[in-house]
T-cell receptor
Framework: DGGITQSPKYLFRKEGQNVTLSCEQNLNHDAMYWYRQDPGQGLRLIYYSQIVNDFQKGDIAEGYSVSREKKESFPLTVTSAQKNPTAFYLC????????????FGPGTRLLVL | GQNIDQPTEMTATEGAIVQINCTYQTSGFNGLFWYQQHAGEAPTFLSYNVLDGLEEKGRFSSFLSRSKGYSYLLLKELQMKDSASYLCAVRTWGKLQFGAGTQVVVTP
């Protein structure tokens, strides 16, 4: 089955700790995205990548980092510089065609201890 | 900057029709998407408009007026399972900008 997987489903972070959220897709999509969603709010773009070994900052990139070493994978690291990391994190991918929608993974909920 | 507005919440009864409006002010418009999102789950694609007019897909229809910066999603024959948040998203410069979402509550 083709799709996007994210792991873990829930993640706990301690003060001063970096954590990495996994995102894998087997849809052969070129573009991948990371969003953050806070309660009662829409999705805000953190980082996106339109091709392997290249990525761009979104609207709220501070305190986050990404890599895109393989087409299938786009991990997101939440660093200790992100002071308010508690949120629902969604990964998405899409073909390069402008008419195509983005397909979303099931999400990771990050909580701070 | 980008600005996408939609109502926070709407309530309707089962079997009724609900229209969710979305207004936007963006540069580089290249399409508008509607997504459905149930609590704690990922958004799922509902519809896409890039030209003016109405797109119909079963019980869901979406309309776009580019000159007015306006779209709506029409949900007909409401079912209890339609209770969810509905997100309007505008594509600009290869990225999606999302509204805050409209929570639709369907009552018996």
């Amino acid at each position: 089955d083709g799709g996007i997987t994210q792991s873990p489903k829930y993640l706990f972070r301690k003060e001063g700790q970096n954590v990495t959220l996994s995102c894998e897709q087997n849809l052969n999509h070129d573009a991948m995205y990371w969003y953050r969603q806070d309660p009662g709010q829409g999705l805000r773009l953190i980082y996106y990548s339109q091709i392997v070994n290249d990525f761009q900052k979104g609207d709220i990139a501070e305190g986050y980092s990404v890599s895109r070493e393989k087409k299938e994978s786009f991990p997101l690291t939440v660093t200790s510089a992100q002071k308010n990391p508690t949120a629902f994190y969604l990964c998405a991918s899409s073909p390069q065609s402008e008419k195509e929608t983005q397909y979303f993974g099931p999400g990771t909920r990050l909580l701070v201890l | 900057g980008q600005n996408i507005d939609q109502p926070t919440e709407m309530t309707a009864t089962e079997g009724a029709i609900v229209q969710i409006n979305c207004t936007y002010q963006t540069s580089g418009f290249n399409g508008l998407f509607w997504y459905q999102q149930h609590a704690g789950e990922a958004p799922t694609f509902l519809s896409y408009n890039v030209l003016d007019g109405l797109e119909e897909k079963g019980r869901f229809s979406s309309f776009l007026s580019r000159s007015k910066g306006y779209s709506y999603l029409l949900l007909k024959e409401l079912q209890m399972k339609d209770s969810a948040s509905y997100l309007c998203a505008v594509r600009t410069w290869g990225k999606l900008q999302f509204g805050a979402g409209t929570q639709v509550v369907v009552t018996p």
